[in-house]
Each structure stands twice: as C-alpha cells, then as structure tokens.
C-alpha cells in the first residue's frame, strides 16, 4: 500500500509564500513522477506542477515564474515553493505520486491541503 501525504498549507496574504511538503511511503520500489494539483471552490482540479524521477520539470502556466517544484529522493518527498502569492492560487492543494511498488504500480492521491490567499 502507498500512502501520500501533504503538509506546509495555511492562510498567507497576497505577495507571500508558502511552501508545500508532499512525502510518500510504503512499499515503494521507485517513484516514476510527482505533482501537485488545486482545486478551487466551484471549479475543475488543475493540474499545477510535475516532476519526473530523472528530474524533468512541467508548470501550468498560470504559476510558472512562482511556483518552484523540487524533490528529495533520499526522502520520497516533494516540495512546491509558491511565491508571488495572488488570491486566486486559493484552492485545495492534491499531491500526487505515481510510484512502482512490490505490489505494481500506484498513481495514488494524497487528501488534500488548503491554501487561502488573502488579505
């Protein structure tokens, strides 16, 4: 079993940052990709940023030159640093993992974090 689990959300006024922590565990063999992706109240989940195993980085363009994603292998961890906070980056924060475990592979989804932007 995969579990993944988000922390680093929290209420921050327009022009600030955050950064979000993502960390997944178990029976993992490798992690083949992470991402973060937001849902707002009354709209779609979009997809923000993406990471590959090898590095390869992918944005929504509505964040790129804010949001910064990186990970730490030794920890099975990612990170979404978001700078130049704007009210409309409010949403619901998903992490997500596509990983290859003993028992196959996962692309599993963490609960959820929110992130409100305002003054």
Known sequence: QVQVVESGGGL???GGSLRLSCTVSGSIVSIIAMGWARQAPGKQRESVAAI????STDYADSVKGRFTISRDNAKNTVYLQMNSLKPEDTAVYYCNAKVLAMMGTFNNWGQGIQ???SS
């Open 115 to 117: 992130v409100t932007v």
């Open 52 to 55: 590959t195993s090898g590095g």
């Open 12 to 14: 921050v006024q327009p």
